[in-house]
């Protein structure tokens, strides 16, 4: 599996996919040259354990869902629900209902988990991580939300 870097270039400003080969290798802008090259030292036992872009130590772990993906899915099978109920199928529709939920809840188990970075936002997926990664932490959130206000007003803006 590639990892695959969604990220905001900190140079550019441009929105990045970055597909570093080897995963370790270094991530590339492909609009400007910026680059980062800290390749192993953003790994821990070949595990990410900071933002390959930024190089925040802080990531929380998601799932690499897309929530418009499961709600599209609950759309079709309630309007096809509608259908067989208008047609006098109360078991059919039932069973739409059902497979649906059943098939959201196994892509969501089979989709892999992604990192987002506290500090640029970055999302790391299909990247190598540690199970035991903590999830988003509101308090961590806030201590970053606060940081990037603070330079900003430093900044004079
Ligand atoms: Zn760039
Ligand atoms: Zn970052």
Excluded at 66 to 92: K, N
């Amino acid at each position: 599996m590639t990892a695959h870097i969604i990220y905001q270039c900190p140079a550019c400003q441009t929105r990045q996919v970055s597909t570093p080969e080897p995963a370790t290798g270094p991530v590339r802008c492909s609009h400007c040259d910026w680059s980062r090259n800290e390749g192993a030292g953003d790994f821990h036992d070949q595990v990410i354990c900071r933002c390959r872009i930024c190089g925040c130590d802080d990531l929380w772990r998601q799932k690499d869902f897309p929530p418009a993906l499961g709600l599209a899915i609950v759309g079709i099978a309630a309007s096809l629900s509608c259908v067989a109920w208008a047609w006098y199928r109360p078991v059919t529709a039932l069973v739409i209902l059902l497979m649906a939920a059943f098939f959201d809840m196994l892509l969501f188990t089979f989709m892999g988990d992604m990192l987002v970075c506290y500090r640029c936002a970055s999302r790391h997926r299909r990247s190598a991580m540690n199970e035991e990664h903590p999830q988003f932490n509101l308090e961590i959130s806030e201590r970053y939300r606060q940081q990037a206000m603070q330079k900003e007003r430093a900044a004079g803006r």
